[in-house]
């Protein structure tokens, strides 16, 4: 089991960026596959990005792809997901996700443990 905080979410002008960040505990962390989800009001969670256990390999949904990037670093069991040219439409709760399966996947129900949340806001 791993314990996931995030934190870095706000509020930003739209074509701004924004780096989210995800705390793991545990130390298994390093096996891993790490996802980031999002949830806007009224919307089912939404994968966003996923990395590999060693950070060799990543996944992107199409609606992300160019602007955001995903890196983990196991040293010091930390997930990011840096965010550019941040959209209104990527407004939502972010949540990090770890995943003990050995390939990617983009739905919720493969994804074990859950951070709380960080809400990300992103103004017209």
């Known amino acids: 089991q791993v314990q996931l905080v995030e934190s870095g979410g706000g509020l930003v002008q739209a074509g701004g960026s924004l780096r989210l960040s995800c705390a793991a505990s545990?130390?298994?962390?390093?096996?891993?596959?790490m996802g980031w989800f999002r949830q806007a009001p009224g919307k089912e969670r939404a994968f966003v990005a996923a990395?590999?256990?060693?950070?060799?390999?990543?996944k992107y949904a199409d609606s992300v792809k160019g602007r955001f990037t995903i890196s983990r670093d196991n040293a010091k069991n930390m997930v990011y997901l840096q965010m550019n040219s941040l959209k209104p439409e990527d407004t939502a709760v972010y949540y990090c996700?770890?995943?003990?399966?050995?390939?990617?996947?983009?739905?919720?129900?493969?994804?074990?443990?859950w951070g709380q949340g960080t809400q990300v806001t992103v103004s017209s």
């Open positions: 545990g130390r298994t962390f390093s096996s891993y596959i």
């Open positions: 996700a770890a995943d003990s399966g050995v390939q990617f996947h983009t739905t919720r129900r493969y994804y074990d443990d």
């Open positions: 990395i590999s256990s060693r950070g060799v390999s990543t």
